[in-house]
């Protein structure tokens, strides 16, 4: 079934306020998904956390545990150490002990 055929029985069956609200919603939604991408590329290039990022909102039990199973743990998880070198001129070592 084509996009255009569901939506031709949507207007049938439910009518056409439902079906512009159901389309204008659908539209919404993709640009709130591509801005929640972007918004979330931000936040992890400038290493931004907390209650109100959007990252927040999609760190989900399912979705931490996929990222602890897949992740590769041959540094033990020292790997933002780097970062800290280049981005912040901080000397790891200096700090960490």
Same mark, same amino acid.
């Given at each position: 079934?084509?996009?255009?055929?569901?939506?031709?029985?949507?207007?049938?069956?439910?009518?056409?306020?439902?079906?512009?609200?159901?389309?204008?919603?659908?539209?919404?939604?993709?640009? @709130?998904?591509?801005?929640? !991408?972007?918004? *979330?590329?931000?936040?992890? &290039?400038?290493?931004?956390?907390?209650? %109100?990022?959007?990252?927040?909102?999609?760190?989900?039990? @399912?979705?931490?545990?996929? !990222?602890?199973? *897949?992740?590769?743990?041959? &540094?033990?998880?020292?790997?933002?150490? %780097?970062?800290?070198?280049?981005?912040?001129?901080?000397?790891?070592?200096?700090?960490?002990?």
């Amino acid at each position: 079934m084509s996009r255009l055929e569901k939506y031709r029985g949507h207007l049938r069956e439910r009518g056409f306020a439902w079906t512009a609200l159901y389309a204008l919603r659908m539209v919404g939604m993709k640009y @709130v998904q591509l801005v929640d !991408r972007l918004v *979330v590329r931000i936040e992890q &290039r400038r290493f931004i956390t907390g209650e %109100d990022t959007v990252s927040a909102h999609y760190n989900s039990l @399912v979705e931490n545990r996929h !990222r602890w199973e *897949v992740h590769d743990w041959s &540094r033990l998880g020292e790997e933002w150490t %780097d970062g800290a070198r280049i981005r912040k001129g901080l000397d790891p070592q200096e700090w960490k002990n």
